[in-house]
């Protein structure tokens, strides 16, 4: 059965210090999201792509988050200069037709 | 702003005991509702996608159902391996694909 996959699955970082969280979608899917989940809250929604550009993206999306889909296969998001509060559970999604999403099994990201 | 709020927020049942669980939404326009079982430490795994009033979905021990307001999840004799959070997410029309998911429900089946 085809899954969105991530890597890695759990990551550390230095506060201040850049990560890139990587994703590879289910592969006739069209539509990519990135969503994290803070331990005990809510599911929440980052981003949206769609041929190659950003649909729509949350207030948390600020100027420190980018998304890139540097090749057929990959989706990236990299966090420049982390804090602490970035510490979640980060996953990618993915869709066929923006309808629905499928999920990847996340990646575990801990800014000390 | 389109919310959804479910309830309640931990569930505890013995094996075979049924229940249901809710969600209510607000959105302007329901493009669909998505139920989905999360594992601690693992993502969302869909489950269902109901699309208007009145329709209902079932899979094995889980049946859906929709209506303006709130949708159900019904847990008919529940096994401990149906313990999980499950959750619940909106989609408005006109939106590029994003979900707003509830809280969820933890739910602990016991043998």
């Known amino acids: 059965e085809p899954e969105v996959t991530q890597t890695p699955s759990h990551q550390v970082t230095q506060m201040g210090q850049e990560v890139i969280l990587r994703c590879v979608p289910i592969s006739n899917h069209l539509y990519f999201y990135w969503y994290r989940q803070i331990l005990g809250q809510k599911v929440e929604f980052l981003v949206s792509?769609?041929?190659?550009?950003?649909?729509?993206k949350s207030e948390i999306f600020d100027d420190q988050f980018s998304v890139e889909r540097p090749d057929g296969s990959n989706f990236t998001l990299k966090i420049r200069s982390t804090k602490l509060e970035d510490s979640a559970m980060y996953f990618c999604?993915?869709?066929?037709?923006?309808?629905?999403?499928?999920f990847g099994q996340g990646t575990r990201l801990t800014v000390v | 702003e389109d919310q959804v709020t479910q309830s309640p927020e931990a569930l505890r049942l013995q094996e075979g005991e049924s229940s249901s669980l809710n969600c209510s939404y607000t959105?302007?326009?329901?493009?669909?509702l998505f139920w989905y079982r999360q594992d601690p430490g693992k993502g969302p795994e869909f489950l269902f996608t109901?699309?208007?009033a009145g329709e209902e979905k079932e899979k094995e021990r889980l049946k859906a159902t929709l209506t303006k307001k709130e949708s159900f999840l019904h847990i008919t004799a529940p096994k401990p391996e149906d313990s999980a959070t499950y959750l619940c997410a909106v989609q408005d029309q006109g939106n590029t694909g994003k979900l707003i998911f509830g809280q969820g429900t933890t739910l602990q089946v016991k043998p």
């Open positions: 109901l699309y208007s």
């Open positions: 792509f769609y041929n190659n550009e950003i649909s729509e």
């Open positions: 959105v302007s326009g329901l493009r669909g």
């Open positions: 999604a993915s869709s066929f037709d923006q309808f629905g999403a499928f």
